[in-house]
T-cell receptor, first 115, second 113 residues
Framework: GAVVSQHPSWVICKSGTSVKIECRSLDFQATTMFWYRQFPKQSLMLMATSNEGSKATYEQGVEKDKFLINHASLTLSTLTVTSAHPEDSSFYIC???????????FGPGTRLTVL | QKEVEQDPGPLSVPEGAIVSLNCTYSNSAFQYFMWYRQYSRKGPELLMYTYSSGNKEDGRFTAQVDKSSKYISLFIRDSQPSDSATYLCAMRGGGTSYGKLTFGQGTILTVHP
């Protein structure tokens, strides 16, 4: 149980375009989802926390107008990178938590390359 | 100073060796401690979760927490080539920070046959 999927697993896009990444909890309802980004050989950096039905809470330094997060249901959260630029190229990983359960379950990640 | 410090390695050991991975932290509000394993180009996988000082064992893995010293460790016994991965420590507090994890940099481990 506790499987989190992400789609797509990798994407290549041109600079200036927008990219949407989906995060789904497959066998549980996720009241909270988290979005991280990870640069090569670096750790995960939390970008934002989203609760179903409410606005996401962004970490300091993360542009909320550039990284749009929607958590429309208990099993789906989306991250849209708007007007992507090469410096946005990274590994984006989501995680999901159910209720007050302490564990976060991570998705497999999405590798974004902006040309 | 980072809230969580972890030696990035890389660490290379022979098969069968005992591996010791460590993290130190500065935020005394951290109450819950986790170790994740991450294979290349994959999401992190939870290995161990602890919330009290002392040892917790699960198979070949032992997690150790010393809150007085703000120091946590993960020991891997009888290491296998399949243990080759990046190991991330993570921790969080309670209250308003509930759920938000702070990660260490990750230690790259290679176990060679």
């Amino acid at each position: 149980g506790a499987v989190v999927s992400q789609h797509p697993s990798w994407v290549i896009c041109k600079s200036g375009t927008s990219v949407k990444i989906e995060c789904r909890s497959l066998d549980f309802q996720a009241t909270t989802m988290f979005w991280y980004r990870q640069f090569p050989k670096q750790s995960l950096m939390l970008m934002a926390t989203s609760n179903e039905g409410s606005k996401a809470t962004y970490e300091q330094g993360v542009e909320k107008d550039k990284f749009l997060i929607n958590h429309a249901s208990l099993t789906l959260s989306t991250l849209t990178v708007t007007s992507a630029h090469p410096e946005d190229s990274s590994f984006y990983i989501c995680s999901a938590r159910v209720g007050n359960y302490n564990e976060q379950f991570f998705g497999p990640g999405t590798r974004l390359t902006v040309l | 100073q980072k809230e969580v410090e972890q030696d990035p390695g890389p660490l290379s050991v022979p098969e069968g060796a005992i591996v010791s991975l460590n993290c130190t932290y500065s935020n005394s509000a951290f109450q819950y401690f986790m170790w994740y394993r991450q294979y290349s180009r994959k999401g992190p996988e939870l290995l161990m979760y602890t919330y009290s000082s002392g040892n917790k064992e699960d198979g070949r893995f032992t997690a150790q927490v010393d809150k007085s010293s703000k120091y946590i460790s993960l020991f891997i016994r009888d290491s296998q080539p399949s243990d080759s991965a990046t190991y991330l420590c993570a921790m969080r507090g309670g209250g308003t920070s509930y759920g938000k994890l702070t990660f260490g940099q990750g230690t790259i481990l290679t176990v060679h046959p």
